[in-house]
């Protein structure tokens, strides 16, 4: 196990390297001007040279690129452009925003898709299974904004149950988190529906069914901790895009998470909080799928970590 961790925490920061290097090229080579932005139009020549100079932004681009890693090696993400704020402390101020919403999220895709899946499954080839995969495709098709302003409309609008928009209660977390699960569902109900069929026709399956247990242990104890490995995947992938932000659904809602920020920087051209914003996106989709690989050999004790 412990050769295990070392070897995909090298791998990890291999990959932010590269996350980090691709990023920066990305940004370097960008026609919008940040120093533009700051000086405003009516600056004078030697004014944006001045600024572009206190910034660093007048050095070839290995000398920033390097200059940026060892800042980052120490932990330090730079300081936005605009805010005039370290970009670490930005985005930990929106992280409970965006961990509270991810969580949201993923519970409501687990339930919706995971649900739908096991029944398409028991009842492959019927109606009901077409059904549901037909609402798995439009759920995976329809628009962010779509879903979030329709469910506003109906249940913040019409019937009033739920606040149109903010953050902070438990109430404010119903409409994102719900938007964002039937977004997601369809994914989960599909692979899940595919995982169930493969287990349903293992050779233990038919042993369980031969021993006289009942349908619904069958399901619960033998075939759904094995089906839902696949799942346990996705979710890692999940946690990553959640944690990079949802920028739709954030503005839609008003929710003050890492994409609304990621978002504003983007507009402004503000490069530290856009490198920021994709680190810690790229380190969550990394540790995502580590968490997965670790817990899978406790759900399926034939797996072992190598």
């Known amino acids: 196990m412990a050769a295990y961790l070392l070897r995909r925490l090298l791998q990890s920061a291999l990959i932010l390297l590269g996350v980090s290097f691709i990023t920066f090229v990305l940004l370097y080579v960008l026609p919008a001007d940040p120093v533009r932005q700051i000086a405003g139009r009516s600056a004078t020549a030697q004014t944006v040279e001045n600024i572009r100079h206190e910034l660093g932004l007048d050095q070839p681009f290995v000398i920033q690129y390097l200059h940026y890693l060892w800042g980052m090696v120490q932990g330090d993400l730079g300081r936005s452009y605009l805010q005039k704020t370290e970009v670490a402390a930005l985005i930990a101020a929106r992280l409970p925003a965006t961990l509270l919403l991810m969580l949201g999220a993923i519970a409501c895709e687990l339930v919706i898709g995971l649900t739908m899946g096991v029944f398409a499954a028991l009842r492959r080839g019927t109606a009901f299974d077409h059904s549901l995969m037909m609402v798995s495709f439009v759920t995976v098709s329809a628009p962010q904004f779509v879903v979030g302003l329709l469910l506003l409309y109906v249940f913040a609008v019409q019937l009033g149950w ?106 402004r051209v503000d490069i530290p ?17 580590l968490l997965a690989d670790l817990i899978t050999p406790f759900i399926d004790p034939r797996i072992k970590l190598k």
């Not at 595919?194 to 038919?206: E, G, K, N, Q, Y």
């Not at 996705?234 to 929710?255: A, K, L, T």
């Not at 909080?273 to 810690?280: A, E, K, Q, R, Y």
Request: glycine fraction near 14%.
């Open 273 to 289: 909080i856009i490198m920021g914003v994709t680190l810690v996106s790229a380190m969550a989709i990394v540790l995502g799928n």
């Open 162 to 267: 739920f606040p149109i928009g903010g953050y902070g209660t438990f109430a404010h977390l119903v409409l994102p988190s719900l938007t964002l699960g039937i977004l997601g569902s369809g994914w989960y109900s599909r692979m899940m529906r595919s995982s169930m069929l493969d287990v349903l026709r293992a050779d233990f399956i038919r042993t369980a069914r031969a021993k006289g247990l009942s349908r619904a242990r069958i399901v619960l104890a033998h075939a759904l901790p094995n089906a839902i490995l696949p799942v346990i995947a996705m979710i890692g992938i999940d946690i990553g895009v959640f944690m990079g932000g949802i920028v739709v659904v954030e503005s839609v809602f008003g929710w003050p998470g890492i994409g609304q920020l990621a978002w504003q920087a983007i507009q």
